[in-house]
């Protein structure tokens, strides 16, 4: 794509070096519809058709074995139906090294789309066809959808956004899964599509989203430092350059980028076994393991699946429950566009602290009276969508270089796919056993998450990637500081050669 097809938007500025272009506007938003959208509407959309679908579920088996189903086997089924959700997120996001090696960052998403239509198929017409087995399968396939997107959107808007503005547009992953669960809970309500004879249409609209990112996404350019370091395509690398940052001068972005890659001394994508060899990288994995464990496990999972049973333990009347679980989803979404407009003048550090220290003043009032449930419940809320929702994703494409980035995610994905898993399986007993106590048992991870994070994380704010993968080399026991040298050395001969950028920039974008 030329750079003329994507004109700055010289009315929208991030900072004084960096503006935002339709482009990169455009990859971030079209991206997260056909990604992040998805899994976010998968989180909420069977919350609203349960009955249904264990009514069709006894139907089916009533029509098949002359008998009615057993309670026991509907609970077994329905859990299945939830749960392997999760199992097909973890499937995905173990290909994902895999696929982003053969088929780049945005062939990986296109691709992936294909995922989500088959899902929808099976999804809309289980019941027609009478097979709760279609309705098991689809959720695994968009499982897998959400896997791989989940990976593989945080890594491409991380590697197309100059940094002065990469937290922003990482932002527009967590904005769009809290807009996903929100539409999921509009379209549920009883006067849209949440009845016994539309439920199937809550599953179908799983092809809109992925549709509109098949029909834009081909036309947008691929990670310019994908194309430069892995494929070695500096003119499609200069291209996509140029229409991200909105101006033909991009030598200094390019040269960057090229020292980043001799600094590497490989231009081979690692294996997930070499991540974990790596020295240098050891807290920068730890970091990514620890961040992964509390975006599952802080609670937030617990109360976005069984939303209907929190509220009416709580106290609420059924009649009222869908539209209460509306005020949740907006809540979310608010709470992330918040978090998109503050984290490059916060920064990622202390909005993760500062969003965990939140929720742990609120796990002890959980439960004891409807409104008080209610409001602590919307707090929790925006506490994590304003944190942990987001971050997590551009942190992990923070701490990596390029060639570690793909089996980064890989790890990051496993662990936030079995954590999801484990929440979702467990939750149910582990209410039953605790009674209003139930999410003290996230309070532990929420402090040590909170302590780690303080002690260890340095802030990565509009840092490139090279200064912070040095940021770590004390805490690793790396002192040797050759590839910071080499960047720098590579950056000043490119400047005295005179390579500069537009607007006379003094520094790269990237």
């Not at 566009?337 to 220290?357: D, N, T």
């Not at 040797?480 to 400047?495: I, V």
Request: with cysteine.
């Amino acid at each position: 794509p030329d750079s003329r097809l994507f004109p700055c938007v010289t009315n929208v500025c991030f900072s004084s070096h960096q503006r935002l272009t339709v482009c990169l506007i455009s990859a971030a938003f079209f991206g997260s519809v056909g990604s992040s959208f998805l899994y976010g509407y998968n989180l909420s959309v069977v919350n609203a058709p349960a009955s249904y679908i264990k009514t069709f579920y006894n139907k089916t088996w009533i029509d098949r074995y002359n008998e009615p189903i057993g309670d026991g086997t509907v609970t077994l089924l329905w859990s299945v139906t939830v749960s392997i959700f999760a199992i097909g997120g973890l499937v995905g996001a173990l290909t994902v090294s895999f696929l982003i090696k053969v088929l780049g960052r945005k062939g990986t998403l296109l691709a992936n789309n294909g995922l989500a239509l088959i899902a929808a198929l099976l999804l809309a017409l289980g019941e027609t066809a009478g097979s709760f087995e279609m309705l098991i399968i689809g959720r695994f396939i968009i499982g897998m959808d959400s896997g791989v997107s989940l990976s593989v959107l945080p890594m491409y808007l991380g590697e197309i956004s100059p940094r002065q503005v990469r937290g922003s547009i990482g932002q527009f992953h967590s904005i769009f899964i809290c807009l996903g669960v929100f539409i999921g809970q509009v379209l549920g309500l009883p006067e849209i599509l949440g009845q016994e004879s539309r439920w199937n249409f809550l599953f179908g609209f799983l092809a809109l989203p992925a549709l509109l990112q098949l029909c834009v996404l081909p036309f947008l350019p691929e990670s310019p430092r994908f194309l430069l370091m892995e494929r070695r395509d500096e003119a499609g690398a200069e291209k996509a350059f140029q229409a991200f940052l909105g101006r033909s001068d991009v030598s200094r972005e390019l040269e960057e980028v090229h020292a980043e890659s001799r600094a590497q001394n490989t231009q081979r994508t690692a294996s997930v076994l070499e991540l974990f060899r790596k020295r240098s990288l050891r807290w920068q994995l730890i970091t990514v393991i620890v961040v992964m464990s509390c975006y599952q496990l802080c609670g937030l999972n617990a109360i976005w699946y069984y939303t209907n049973g929190i509220l009416q333990n709580a106290g609420f009347q059924p009649t009222v429950i869908p539209y209460i679980t509306l005020s949740t989803g907006g809540i979310e979404t608010l709470a992330a566009v918040i978090s998109g407009l503050v984290i490059e003048k916060v920064g990622r550090r202390p909005l993760l602290i500062f969003a965990m220290s939140l929720s742990l003043s609120l796990y002890d009032r959980f439960s004891w009276m409807p409104y008080l449930s209610f409001t602590s419940i919307l707090l929790l809320i925006a506490s994590f969508c304003s944190g942990p929702g987001g971050v997590p994703f551009v942190l992990t494409g923070e701490l990596f270089e390029q060639s570690y980035r793909p089996a980064a995610f890989m790890i990051a994905g496993t662990v936030n796919w079995l954590s999801n898993f484990a929440v979702g399986l467990l939750f149910p007993y582990i209410q039953e056993a605790l009674q209003t106590f139930a999410f003290l048992l996230f309070v532990v991870v929420c402090v040590a998450g909170a302590v780690y994070l303080l002690l260890v994380l340095p802030e990565t704010k509009n840092k490139t990637f090279m200064e912070i993968s040095q940021s770590f080399s004390k805490i690793n026991g790396i002192p040797d500081q050759t590839q910071e040298r080499e960047m720098k050395d590579a950056l000043d001969t490119a400047a005295t050669n005179g390579l500069q950028c537009a607007e006379v920039e003094m520094e790269s974008s990237f």
